[in-house]
């Protein structure tokens, strides 16, 4: 299922009351958003065709296949990977506070999982601000190989992006700029109920996409027991 937004004057002129508004403050999109990644609820019109998974709307083209990461067990979609022969592009959204930087809360996380696996993660100042390149060794086959990955964090409107790439474009900054404009391209649909803050936004799988087993670049969730 494609979607796209026809027109700006399709919007709302006004924001629509919802439960959680006493959150209070507004919104911290904007700023570096401005340019994408999206909320879907302020989708410009840039003629950009997206597959809509739910949480996610994602825009493809013809060198990255998309596919999903489901869960064996359960049958749910736990994330979205863009894939290519230079490395892959992991998309998860979560449920965010409305004035929080959940973001800089899961970012010592992410390192101290590293450090505990027996890899490295150093912080960097990028496209959104601070990311995590990080380094893991791991078993392939009978023998081992370093696993370059960047965590990316985007805090939006009650919503966090939490991009992953793996492979060259983790480390390859210049490679990566074109995989940052398909960063740039999503838009989330976070939804107008409350949700706990860290709780994955639910993605759909569409007729035609390609499960796969495991994550491109196991992370700690976040998920402190708060509502947002």
Do not use: Y
Not at 32 to 40: E, I, R, S
Not at 44 to 69: H, Y
Not at 147 to 169: D, E, H, K, Y
Request: aromatic share 4%.
């Amino acid at each position: 299922m494609k979607f796209r937004r026809k027109s700006s004057e399709s919007a709302p002129e006004t924001a629509q009351t919802t439960p959680d508004e006493a959150d209070g403050g507004e919104s911290p999109s904007g700023g570096a958003l401005a340019g994408g990644p999206f909320d879907a609820d302020e989708l410009p019109d840039d003629g950009v065709e997206r597959v809509d998974l739910g949480a996610l709307l994602i825009a493809t083209d013809e060198k990255r296949s998309l596919r999903m990461q489901v869960d064996e067990r359960t049958g749910e979609v736990q994330a979205v990977l863009l894939a290519a022969p230079e490395g892959a592009l992991e998309l998860r959204a979560f449920a965010a506070p409305r004035n929080g930087d959940l973001w800089s809360e899961l970012r010592p996380q992410i390192a101290a999982d590293m450090a505990r696996r027996g890899g490295t993660a150093t912080e960097r100042e990028g496209r959104w601000g601070t990311e995590l390149v990080c380094q893991l060794t791991v078993k392939r086959g009978e023998g081992t190989v370093t696993q370059p990955s960047r965590f990316i964090g985007i805090n939006g409107s009650r919503w966090m992006l939490r991009a992953t790439l793996v492979g060259r474009p983790a480390i390859d900054f210049e490679l990566g700029e074109s995989w940052e404009d398909a960063i740039a391209r999503v838009a989330v649909r976070r939804g107008s109920g409350p949700r706990p803050v860290g709780d994955p936004l639910p993605v759909k799988l569409p007729e035609g996409a390609k499960p796969v087993s495991g994550a491109a670049a196991p992370a700690p969730q976040p998920g402190a027991p708060r509502q947002a």
